[in-house]
């Protein structure tokens, strides 16, 4: 079974500062990946970024960063340069290797974030 | 390009009423997934689907079904509906194909369903 757990229920951070936001995962599967979504109060679930469990190097995206670290087995997202548009839901979530076409993703509770002007 | 189409956006049902959400994937993906979520938590896998055939299936009760047509778009069905599966209902679609972990799903706007 796999497990994708947030601590942090919910942030405030200023404007144009960088913020972590922490996940860590449990899982039995050799290959794995790790996502991050970001959920505005629309509703819509929209991708961020990418880790594959034998990826050397940490993923980036633009503003957007994933400190992973296997023997830890943490996945935390980083954003850079935060904006008021950043204000959101964001899920860590998980994808198995557990055979052919497995889309099962597994979320975590989610942090929410707010920028402050 | 048009993204995941759900519909509708809002449904309110009554208990022990059946319900049908509709989803369109994006042009070119074959694969279709669903997922609940319940307001404050993440999102829970339903079902998944890939050329028309049922690939996956989360811990939900056998009053939840799903099919995809030969366009790849995909039906949620709920039977005998309870208070409990008020939520958002998303859905989710893929390429599909590799065997590869590192391709996103793609999202809809979800569809909310009020039971009362």
């Known amino acids: 079974a796999q497990k994708i757990t947030q601590t942090q229920p919910g942030m405030f951070v200023q404007e144009k500062e960088a913020v972590t936001l922490d996940c860590t995962y449990d899982t039995s599967d050799q290959s794995y990946g790790l996502f991050w979504y970001k959920q505005p109060s629309s509703g819509e679930m929209i991708f961020l970024i990418y880790q594959g469990s034998y990826d050397e190097q940490n993923a980036t995206e633009g503003r957007y960063s994933l400190n992973f670290q296997k023997a830890r087995k943490s996945a935390n997202l980083v954003i850079s340069a935060s904006q008021l548009g950043d204000s959101a839901m964001y899920f860590c979530a998980m994808r198995g290797g557990d055979g052919f076409g497995n889309e099962k993703l597994t979320f975590g509770t989610g942090t929410r974030l707010t920028i402050i002007p | 390009d048009a993204g995941v189409t759900q519909s509708p956006t809002h449904l309110i049902k009554t208990r022990g009423q059946h319900v049908t959400l509709r989803c369109s994937p994006i042009?070119?993906?074959?694969?279709v997934s669903w997922y609940q979520q319940v307001l404050g938590q993440g999102p829970q896998f339903i079902f998944q689907y890939y050329e028309k055939e049922e690939r996956g299936r989360g811990n939900f009760p056998d009053r939840f079904s799903a099919r995809q047509f030969p366009n790849y778009s995909s039906e949620l069905n709920v039977n005998a509906l309870l208070l409990g599966d008020s939520a958002l209902y998303l859905c989710?679609?893929?390429?599909?194909?590799?065997?590869?972990?590192?391709?996103?799903?793609?999202f809809g706007n979800g569809t909310r369903l009020t039971v009362t």
């Open positions: 989710a679609s893929s390429p599909q194909g590799t065997e590869s972990y590192n391709s996103p799903l793609h």
């Open positions: 042009s070119g993906h074959k694969s």
